[in-house]
Nanobody, 122 residues
Framework: QVQLVESGGGLVQAGGSLRLSCAAS????????MGWFRQAPGKEREFVAA????????YSADSVKGRFTISRDNAKNTVYLQMNSLKPWDTAVYSC???????????????WGQGTQVTVSS
């Protein structure tokens, strides 16, 4: 089992940047595919990005391609989401998730963090 804690959210102006972190406790972090998701008020949860076990492969939603970058440091049990050129519609609660699978996909995540709020002002 793995516990996930996100940090790094906050208020930023449009065009700005934020870096989210997700620290994982428990064993075998490198055996979990990791993902980031977001949920805006009144909307369903949306997939943002995922990263493979080693970090060698990533997959991102079209809405964030070219602006957001997911990465991981297995030595630190941490996954990151670098968010650049932020837009007001990126405002949401961002959560990280983990699944004990090598499948790089948008679904079937088993463990979730509590989330961190990102607010982008216009």
């Amino acid at each position: 089992q793995v516990q996930l804690v996100e940090s790094g959210g906050g208020l930023v102006q449009a065009g700005g940047s934020l870096r989210l972190s997700c620290a994982a406790s428990g064993r075998a972090f490198s055996m979990y595919t990791m993902g980031w998701f977001r949920q805006a008020p009144g909307k369903e949860r949306e997939f943002v990005a995922a990263i493979s076990l080693s970090g060698g492969s990533t997959y991102s939603a079209d809405s964030v391609k070219g602006r957001f970058t997911i990465s991981r440091d297995n030595a630190k049990n941490t996954v990151y989401l670098q968010m650049n050129s932020l837009k007001p519609w990126d405002t949401a609660v961002y959560s990280c998730a983990a699944k004990r699978s090598a499948l790089l996909s948008t679904g079937q995540y088993d463990y979730w963090g509590q989330g961190t709020q990102v607010t982008v002002s216009s």
